[in-house]
């Protein structure tokens, strides 16, 4: 169970480093 969450972590972090410029865009566009 914590190695699935570890693995969720991870791939949240990846997602978050690798779609950065797409998300600040939008937050900047509110």
Do not use: R
């Amino acid at each position: 169970m914590k190695q699935l969450l570890f693995i969720i972590a991870l791939i949240e972090t990846a997602l978050i480093i690798y779609y950065w410029p797409v998300i600040s865009e939008w937050l900047s566009t509110f």
